[in-house]
Nanobody, 123 residues
């Protein structure tokens, strides 16, 4: 079984910073990429940032220049450094991993999600 566990959410004043972490554990053969998504009340879940195992990154336009995603492949951990936070960044942040479960014999990729961590930015 594979699990993703996020940490680092919380309450922060606008202009402040938070760092989210997500650890993937379990029977993992390899990780193709990891990322962060967010969902605000009444809105659809949307991509914040993604990173491949090789370090290639993509960001939503709304967070470029403020957020930085990084990955520690050896630790199966992805981070999201969030600076200059705005009230519109308030959402539940979900970790995502695209990986090969070690129990699969076909070595196909599966998608996994964490339980989410709340980030609230007040002005």
């Amino acid at each position: 079984q594979v699990q993703l566990v996020e940490s680092g959410g919380g309450l922060v004043q606008a202009g402040g910073s938070l760092r989210l972490s997500c650890v993937a554990s379990g029977n993992i053969f390899s990780i193709n990429g990891m990322g962060w998504f967010r969902q605000a009340p009444g809105k659809q879940r949307s991509k914040v940032a993604t990173i491949t195992g090789g370090g290639r990154t993509e960001y939503a336009d709304s967070v470029k220049g403020r957020f930085t995603i990084s990955i520690d492949v050896a630790k199966n951990t992805v981070y999201l450094q969030m600076n200059s936070l705005k009230p519109e960044d308030t959402a539940v942040y979900y970790c995502n991993a695209d990986l090969i479960n070690g129990s699969r014999t076909d070595l196909l990729l599966d998608d996994y999600w964490g339980q989410g961590t709340q980030v609230t930015v007040y002005s």
